[in-house]
């Protein structure tokens, strides 16, 4: 059945049409775009069919394909997806798809243009479905190649700069997981086969990797290279400089995938990868991660406060936002936050995509990005300004809006476990409030700035992009249980594998 | 009706409301005005009727304890977990206390809808305008009807969001739009003691081992009592005490209370209407509701009942002074809402929750109409300033009349129910029993000073707006002109409703029953201090010919100073330059806040971003360079000593740049292409064998 592998043509429908762009004639710009919208809506519709197909009540994958790949060294094409990927999943999906949208207006090299993001697309997909540390560790390296061509070509003034630093910092993580990959392949024993494996269902069973990496400074290397390999993803202050260049020199839908997609997949290898393997170290190291959320949280909040830049604002929010998730991502006494990471993780991406393809909107046309230098632009453009309203009252939490009931749940969540934290964590809850609604009042609100008068009002293209995401920002304000629903099996069972296994040690 | 059936639609009195913000929020302009103005009102006025027949509803049922009707929507957010979970319900709550305030919000806010219609008429933006409005009165029926804190929240930020977008209204004045931002800045502060206190309530609550999921409805919450009295103190102080002052924090915030008060005076540069629906009859209300709602919780900490009864009693009277010298007959009201609202919390701290709620309504009628009768002023003279009208009752004769009704309420002058109301706290203040022996006596002293100065700015501002002549430019002279009659008919409305308010709670010294005190008693749990419990009546009249006399002297002072002998004002206000000063400039708190609090912070935001451009990024910087040098070293020394046998890495990383240029060129799809068919290829190789 077509259906048993739905999860590979998620992942390689867009390598179709990679390979007919490169096939297609580059004075065809049209055809090409075409080409790539047609490529991303299967995964779309198949994404739907997961979703209602999905089997709610269990944590085990779904999905599973299962092929070995390279034999000699035990590594297998290994798919499938829970709980924690599935929302990732419908995520991508339905972002890929809008960003070929939001890039129609790309008019440089669209046939290069156009198969990077395929390429990016399915690596993306890839990542979240692997279930083979090596698989997962292919799709990972095979995301940052066409990234770097994407900001390094397509971007602005200071594109190399900002292509280089993402690259540099990107691989420095992917290095350190590397190594760690290659200790427990090398520390593990496949219980039937006897031989090493890279199985991650297979390394989350203790035993096989117990005896070897008995050592306690081994274990706490490995996760910390781990952590330090996935924190820059997130990205987590210190480690986060490289965020706020790339977002203003990539292009729009770049951006849009970067923040929307991307820095997901930092929380979500920590979730994949660190937990399972290392639970013991989990729990060891939470306090340490939760004080990471909380200067992510504030410090990224007093950053976007300082920035003239529309774009760096919203990177920098990026950021504070992102601290939520590693803050719920922190406790286990309760999976009341990290029920609200993981949602935070899908609802930071639709509204961050917003606000990323609306920050695209207005550098359209002002071609500058200088909050100072815009300003009334409510009085041209309602439309423009009812839609930005939305995602900056979105992003700052609004309650009714999907944001709220995450950043809720894991302030609720982690209150019981870390106090003097999570209360310290409200205060960006203000601070965000604050410098969303002093950008507000700078672009939109006062009197309009007569270099801004000419400026056009949002056009229905545009408007397509956003209506979806707008919809889903507002249902499931009021109503998050399809994706608590979705996760909520498998993150109770991680939990509490994590304080099973990691009591062990 | 059916209690069932009613259990089944109470979530229509939210509903419909949201349901006109859409469609109106969504037509923009392709809809004419009527059609806007029907949508706008007729969607209040049918919540009204609902909540009309959800009170006879209660009514009807005999016992007064079973008077609740939950109507359980849906399961709004839930998180398992191994012997344990949370579970929240979009659930409403319809019970005596939230059926007075819905027919408050909803009754008080059909007939400021109705004067909007004319004082709107003319704006370009009237569908944004009444979908703001209807989503207010949304936001506002979802925090009444709230059958959990955490919903009650989502109306509670709701209303703040809808107080933003009005206050700004006219957003091109960027003034207007600040006084918005700061109006929801300031409430965020405060919400976030509302919010912070729900995290203490979950946490306090939550039993280990029990597998029942935590739910927050406010009946399983005044269940858990008990556990929270159990509980460990912090820092000395009981978790009931941390949890009531973390929730007052968020009422001060929202009902302008000390020290939260100063985003409601410059609230006032929205549309009047708003001021008065928003900002006097309904939102600011919501922390005393709070307050009353969550009963329960408050009575278990006598510390935070007298602590939200002094911050009451201090606030009523600061707000006042401050009224007596502002000039701009909005923010006079706007002090003088700040300091009514000072009472409701002084009733509540001291128990007499009842009267708290009683005051809450007809404070509704008559603030809301003098603020829409000062509409109507402004609407003729088309600014703010008293100093520049005077003489306008022969102009405005209706709008003179009820505004009179309401002063006379507000003075506190039997039988008007602003006096009913009034003496009700007052009495109450002067009975009750205060952990500090003689601070009810205090209390009751600061509030009668309050009334005092009311009735003294009040009577200032009667005199300045209506009386005298006009004092405006004269060829406006003739173009003052009475409202039109959609604006005069809720006036008149809302003058009948402040002349018969009274009758909700009759005193006791008419022998006749109480009627809010008696239908509310089943939602408050042992409040003991309400007047006919203790049924001292000597005490009740003492305390009214006391309250009686000292508004006389204030009306009296008022009269004497601004009509009688107007000089005489001036003459004051040069001897104690600094005292008037002080007060027009509301004591310099904004200032000191601007100074203590917002520079800081924008600081602290700006030294962060230096901090992230030249720390951070100079290390990441520094480590690059230093990279580059050192491979530039060894480059350079691996060519003097391994003679041209091996290229140097800067070579190296010469060619790679070079090799990079090329990629930029537009061959790259070359290059991937190879590398991705390579991969492909093996993948394909590996699954087919």
Same mark, same amino acid.
């Given at each position: 059945?077509?259906?048993?592998?739905?999860? @590979?043509?998620?992942?390689?429908?867009?390598?179709?049409?990679?390979?007919?762009?490169?096939?297609?004639? @580059?004075?065809?710009?049209?055809?090409?775009? &075409?080409?790539?919208?047609?490529?991303?809506?299967?995964?779309?519709?198949?994404?739907?069919?997961?979703?209602?197909?999905?089997?709610?009540?269990?944590?085990?994958?779904?999905?599973?394909?299962?092929?070995?790949?390279?034999?000699?060294?035990?590594?297998?094409?290994?798919?499938?997806?829970?709980?924690?990927?599935?929302?990732?999943?419908?995520?991508?999906?339905?972002?890929?798809?809008?960003?070929?949208?939001?890039?129609?207006?790309?008019?440089?090299?669209?046939?290069?243009?156009?198969?990077?993001?395929?390429?990016?697309?399915? #690596?993306?997909?890839?990542?979240?479905?692997?279930?083979?540390?090596?698989?997962?560790?292919?799709?990972?390296?095979?995301?940052?190649?066409?990234?770097?061509?994407?900001?390094?070509?397509?971007?602005?003034?200071?594109? !190399?700069?900002?292509?280089?630093?993402?690259?540099?910092?990107?691989?420095?993580? #992917?290095?350190?997981?590397?190594?760690?990959?290659?200790?427990?392949?090398?520390? @593990?024993?496949?219980?039937?086969?006897?031989?090493?494996?890279?199985?991650?269902?297979?390394?989350?069973?203790?035993?096989?990797?117990?005896?070897?990496?008995?050592?306690?400074?081994?274990?706490?290397?490995?996760?910390?290279?781990?952590?330090?390999?996935?924190?820059?993803?997130?990205?987590?202050?210190?480690?986060?400089?490289?965020?706020?260049?790339?977002?203003?020199?990539?292009?729009?839908?770049?951006?849009?995938?970067?923040?929307?997609?991307?820095?997901?997949?930092?929380?979500?290898?920590?979730?994949?990868?660190?937990?399972?393997?290392?639970?013991?170290? &989990?729990?060891?190291?939470?306090?340490?991660?939760?004080?990471?959320?909380?200067?992510?949280?504030?410090?990224?909040?007093?950053?976007?406060?300082?920035?003239?830049?529309?774009?760096?604002?919203?990177?920098?929010?990026?950021?504070?936002?992102?601290?939520?998730?590693?803050?719920?991502?922190?406790?286990?006494?309760?999976?009341?936050?990290?029920?609200?990471?993981?949602?935070?993780?899908?609802?930071?991406?639709?509204?961050?995509?917003?606000?990323?393809?609306?920050?695209?909107?207005?550098?359209?046309?002002?071609?500058? /990005?200088?909050?100072?230098?815009?300003?009334?632009?409510?009085?041209?453009?309602?439309?423009?300004?009812?839609?930005?309203?939305?995602?900056?009252?979105?992003?700052?939490?609004?309650?009714?809006?999907?944001?709220?009931?995450? !950043?809720?749940?894991?302030?609720?969540? #982690?209150?019981?476990?870390?106090?003097?934290?999570?209360?310290?964590?409200? &205060?960006?809850?203000?601070?965000?409030?604050?410098?969303?609604?002093?950008?507000?009042?700078?672009?939109?609100?006062?009197?309009?700035?007569? /270099?801004? &008068?000419?400026?056009?009002?949002?056009?229905?293209? !545009?408007?397509?992009?956003?209506?979806?995401?707008?919809?889903?920002?507002?249902?499931?304000?009021?109503?998050?249980?399809?994706?608590?629903?979705?996760?909520?099996?498998?993150?109770?069972?991680?939990?509490?594998?994590?304080?099973?296994?990691?009591?062990?040690? | 009706?059916?209690?069932?059936?009613?259990?089944?639609?109470?979530?229509?009195?939210?509903?419909?409301?949201?349901?006109?913000?859409?469609?109106?929020?969504?037509?923009?302009?392709?809809?004419?005005?009527?059609?806007?103005?029907?949508?706008?009102?007729?969607?209040?006025?049918?919540?009204?009727?609902?909540?009309?027949?959800?009170?006879?509803?209660?009514?009807?049922?005999?016992?007064?304890?079973?008077?609740? %009707?939950?109507?359980?929507?849906?399961?709004?957010?839930?998180?398992?977990?191994?012997?344990?979970?949370?579970?929240?319900?979009?659930?409403?709550?319809?019970?005596?206390?939230?059926?007075?305030?819905?027919?408050?919000?909803?009754?008080?806010?059909?007939?400021?809808?109705?004067?909007?219609?004319?004082?709107?008429?003319?704006?370009?933006?009237?569908?944004?305008?009444?979908?703001?409005?209807?989503?207010?009165?949304?936001?506002?029926?979802?925090?009444?009807?709230?059958?959990?804190?955490?919903?009650?929240?989502?109306?509670?930020?709701?209303?703040?969001?809808?107080?933003?977008?009005?206050?700004?209204?006219?957003?091109?004045?960027?003034?207007?739009?600040?006084?918005?931002?700061?109006?929801?800045?300031?409430?965020?502060?405060?919400?976030?003691?509302?919010?912070?206190?729900?995290?203490?309530?979950?946490?306090?609550?939550?039993?280990?081992?029990?597998?029942?999921?935590?739910?927050?409805?406010?009946?399983?919450?005044?269940?858990?009592?008990?556990?929270?009295?159990?509980?460990?103190?912090?820092?000395?102080?009981?978790?009931?005490?941390?949890?009531?002052?973390?929730?007052?924090?968020?009422?001060?915030?929202?009902?302008?209370?000390?020290?939260?008060?100063?985003?409601?005076?410059?609230?006032?540069?929205? =549309?009047?209407?708003?001021?008065?629906?928003?900002?006097?009859?309904?939102?600011?209300?919501?922390?005393?509701?709070?307050?009353?709602?969550?009963?329960?919780?408050?009575?278990?900490?006598?510390?935070?009942?007298?602590?939200?009864?002094?911050?009451?009693?201090?606030?009523? %009277?600061?707000?006042?002074?401050?009224?007596?010298?502002?000039?701009?007959?909005?923010?006079?009201?706007?002090?003088?809402?700040?300091?009514?609202?000072?009472?409701?919390?002084?009733?509540?701290?001291?128990?007499?929750?009842?009267?708290?709620?009683?005051?809450?309504?007809?404070?509704?009628?008559?603030?809301?109409?003098?603020?829409?009768?000062?509409?109507?002023?402004?609407?003729?003279?088309?600014?703010?300033?008293?100093?520049?009208?005077?003489?306008?009752?022969?102009?405005?004769?209706?709008?003179?009349?009820?505004?009179?009704?309401?002063?006379?309420?507000?003075?506190?002058?039997?039988? +008007?129910? *602003?006096?009913?109301?009034?003496?009700?706290?007052?009495?109450?203040?002067?009975?009750?029993?205060?952990?500090?022996?003689?601070?009810?006596?205090?209390?009751?002293?600061?509030?009668?000073?309050?009334? *005092?100065?009311?009735?003294?700015?009040?009577?200032?501002?009667?005199?300045?707006?209506?009386?005298?002549?006009?004092?405006?430019?004269?060829?406006?002279?003739?173009?003052?002109?009475?409202? =039109?009659?959609?604006?005069?008919?809720?006036?008149?409305?809302?003058?009948?409703?402040?002349?018969?308010?009274?009758?909700?709670?009759?005193?006791?010294?008419?022998?006749?029953?109480?009627?809010?005190?008696?239908?509310?008693?089943?939602?408050?749990?042992?409040?003991?201090?309400?007047?006919?419990?203790?049924?001292?009546?000597?005490?009740?009249?003492?305390?009214?010919?006391?309250?009686?006399?000292?508004?006389?002297?204030?009306?009296?002072?008022?009269?004497?100073?601004?009509?009688?002998?107007?000089?005489?004002?001036?003459?004051?206000?040069?001897?104690?330059?600094?005292?008037?000063?002080?007060?027009?400039?509301?004591?310099?708190?904004?200032?000191?806040?601007?100074?203590?609090?917002?520079?800081?912070?924008?600081?602290?935001?700006?030294?962060?971003?230096?901090?992230?451009?030249?720390?951070?990024?100079?290390?990441?910087?520094?480590?690059?360079?230093?990279?580059?040098? +050192?491979?530039?070293?060894?480059?350079?020394?691996?060519?003097?000593?391994?003679?041209?046998?091996?290229?140097?890495?800067?070579?190296?990383?010469?060619?790679?740049?070079?090799?990079?240029?090329?990629?930029?060129?537009?061959?790259?799809?070359?290059?991937?292409?190879?590398?991705?068919?390579?991969?492909?290829?093996?993948?394909?190789?590996?699954?087919?064998?």
């Amino acid at each position: 059945m077509i259906h048993d592998h739905i999860l @590979s043509l998620m992942i390689f429908t867009p390598m179709v049409g990679f390979v007919l762009i490169l096939a297609a004639p @580059s004075k065809r710009p049209t055809l090409i775009k &075409t080409i790539a919208l047609c490529a991303t809506i299967p995964p779309l519709v198949w994404a739907a069919r997961i979703y209602f197909q999905f089997d709610r009540g269990t944590s085990n994958f779904q999905w599973v394909e299962k092929v070995p790949w390279i034999d000699a060294f035990n590594i297998q094409y290994h798919l499938g997806i829970d709980g924690i990927s599935i929302p990732m999943v419908l995520l991508t999906a339905l972002i890929s798809f809008i960003c070929v949208i939001a890039s129609w207006n790309i008019d440089k090299y669209v046939r290069g243009y156009f198969s990077l993001f395929l390429l990016l697309d399915t #690596s993306m997909m890839g990542v979240f479905c692997a279930l083979d540390f090596f698989l997962f560790f292919v799709f990972w390296e095979l995301m940052l190649l066409p990234m770097y061509f994407l900001i390094g070509v397509w971007g602005g003034p200071n594109k !190399e700069y900002a292509a280089i630093k993402f690259f540099l910092f990107t691989l420095v993580g #992917s290095v350190l997981m590397l190594v760690v990959m290659l200790i427990f392949y090398f520390g @593990s024993m496949d219980p039937q086969t006897g031989g090493h494996t890279f199985d991650l269902t297979l390394l989350a069973n203790q035993g096989t990797h117990q005896s070897f990496l008995q050592d306690n400074v081994l274990r706490w290397s490995c996760y910390l290279a781990l952590l330090i390999g996935f924190a820059v993803k997130i990205p987590v202050v210190p480690l986060h400089t490289w965020l706020p260049d790339a977002h203003v020199e990539a292009p729009t839908a770049i951006s849009v995938i970067l923040a929307g997609i991307l820095l997901k997949m930092g929380t979500y290898g920590l979730l994949r990868i660190s937990y399972p393997l290392l639970p013991d170290m &989990t729990l060891a190291f939470a306090p340490f991660v939760a004080v990471l959320g909380l200067i992510s949280i504030v410090y990224g909040a007093l950053c976007a406060m300082a920035q003239k830049d529309l774009k760096k604002l919203i990177a920098y929010s990026s950021i504070s936002h992102m601290g939520f998730v590693v803050l719920g991502m922190s406790v286990f006494t309760n999976t009341m936050a990290i029920n609200g990471a993981v949602l935070q993780m899908f609802n930071h991406g639709t509204v961050t995509a917003m606000l990323f393809l609306l920050v695209g909107v207005v550098y359209d046309r002002a071609h500058h /990005r200088d909050i100072d230098r815009l300003g009334g632009l409510a009085q041209n453009m309602p439309i423009y300004a009812a839609f930005s309203g939305l995602a900056f009252f979105a992003a700052l939490g609004l309650p009714g809006l999907s944001s709220f009931i995450s !950043e809720a749940l894991v302030l609720i969540g #982690s209150f019981p476990k870390y106090k003097v934290i999570t209360i310290a964590a409200t &205060t960006g809850i203000v601070l965000t409030a604050g410098y969303f609604l002093w950008t507000m009042q700078r672009v939109f609100l006062g009197s309009l700035d007569e /270099r801004n &008068t000419g400026l056009p009002e949002i056009n229905p293209r !545009e408007i397509f992009t956003l209506t979806p995401l707008a919809l889903l920002v507002v249902f499931l304000g009021f109503y998050p249980m399809p994706v608590l629903k979705l996760i909520g099996a498998t993150l109770e069972h991680t939990v509490a594998l994590v304080l099973k296994n990691g009591a062990g040690f | 009706m059916n209690p069932e059936t009613m259990n089944n639609i109470i979530f229509l009195i939210p509903l419909i409301p949201l349901i006109g913000a859409a469609v109106n929020g969504l037509s923009g302009r392709r809809v004419s005005n009527r059609v806007v103005h029907v949508i706008g009102c007729g969607s209040v006025l049918l919540s009204f009727l609902i909540s009309v027949l959800g009170f006879f509803t209660l009514l009807s049922i005999a016992v007064p304890s079973r008077r609740v %009707l939950i109507q359980s929507v849906y399961t709004w957010l839930s998180a398992q977990w191994t012997g344990g979970g949370f579970m929240v319900e979009a659930a409403f709550r319809l019970d005596p206390l939230s059926v007075v305030l819905c027919l408050v919000v909803t009754g008080v806010g059909f007939l400021i809808h109705l004067y909007s219609v004319g004082y709107m008429a003319g704006d370009r933006s009237q569908a944004r305008y009444f979908a703001y409005l209807n989503l207010f009165t949304f936001s506002m029926l979802v925090l009444v009807l709230a059958d959990n804190p955490l919903l009650m929240f989502v109306g509670w930020e709701g209303v703040g969001l809808c107080s933003y977008l009005l206050i700004g209204f006219w957003f091109t004045d960027v003034e207007k739009a600040r006084a918005g931002m700061k109006a929801f800045i300031v409430n965020r502060v405060g919400d976030l003691g509302f919010f912070v206190g729900l995290m203490f309530l979950v946490w306090a609550l939550f039993e280990p081992g029990n597998p029942e999921p935590i739910g927050l409805s406010f009946d399983s919450l005044a269940a858990g009592m008990p556990r929270l009295l159990d509980a460990e103190p912090i820092w000395g102080i009981g978790i009931a005490t941390w949890i009531a002052l973390l929730f007052f924090i968020g009422a001060t915030g929202k009902s302008a209370q000390i020290p939260l008060y100063v985003w409601l005076p410059d609230a006032m540069a929205g =549309p009047t209407p708003v001021s008065a629906f928003i900002h006097a009859a309904t939102m600011v209300t919501a922390g005393v509701y709070m307050v009353v709602r969550l009963n329960f919780l408050y009575l278990a900490s006598p510390v935070a009942m007298t602590v939200v009864a002094v911050v009451g009693a201090l606030t009523a %009277l600061y707000a006042a002074v401050i009224a007596v010298a502002q000039n701009d007959i909005k923010r006079v009201l706007a002090y003088s809402t700040i300091s009514q609202l000072g009472y409701m919390f002084l009733a509540a701290g001291v128990g007499a929750f009842a009267t708290g709620i009683f005051h809450l309504t007809t404070h509704a009628f008559f603030k809301a109409l003098l603020f829409l009768g000062a509409g109507s002023v402004i609407h003729a003279v088309h600014h703010n300033d008293m100093n520049r009208m005077g003489g306008l009752k022969s102009y405005l004769p209706v709008t003179y009349l009820t505004f009179l009704v309401a002063y006379l309420a507000i003075c506190g002058l039997a039988p +008007l129910a *602003g006096f009913v109301s009034k003496d009700e706290i007052l009495f109450s203040v002067f009975t009750a029993h205060l952990p500090v022996p003689g601070l009810a006596f205090m209390l009751g002293v600061l509030g009668l000073a309050g009334a *005092g100065l009311t009735a003294f700015y009040m009577t200032r501002l009667l005199l300045l707006t209506f009386f005298g002549s006009f004092r405006g430019e004269p060829d406006q002279k003739q173009h003052l002109h009475e409202s =039109p009659r959609v604006m005069t008919g809720p006036l008149i409305v809302l003058a009948g409703l402040t002349v018969l308010g009274g009758v909700l709670g009759l005193p006791a010294v008419t022998h006749l029953p109480h009627f809010l005190s008696n239908f509310l008693n089943p939602v408050l749990e042992r409040s003991g201090a309400g007047v006919h419990q203790s049924g001292a009546v000597a005490l009740e009249v003492g305390v009214m010919i006391i309250s009686t006399g000292v508004a006389l002297v204030g009306i009296l002072i008022g009269w004497y100073l601004y009509s009688k002998k107007p000089t005489a004002v001036e003459t004051l206000a040069n001897r104690f330059t600094f005292a008037h000063r002080l007060l027009a400039n509301k004591f310099y708190v904004d200032e000191a806040y601007q100074a203590l609090i917002v520079k800081p912070v924008m600081k602290l935001a700006a030294l962060s971003g230096l901090f992230d451009l030249k720390g951070i990024d100079g290390i990441v910087h520094f480590t690059s360079r230093t990279t580059t040098k +050192l491979s530039f070293l060894i480059g350079w020394e691996d060519n003097k000593v391994v003679d041209g046998a091996v290229n140097s890495l800067a070579e190296t990383f010469k060619k790679l740049g070079d090799a990079a240029q090329r990629l930029q060129t537009g061959r790259v799809q070359h290059y991937l292409y190879a590398m991705v068919l390579g991969i492909f290829v093996l993948f394909i190789f590996r699954l087919l064998i």
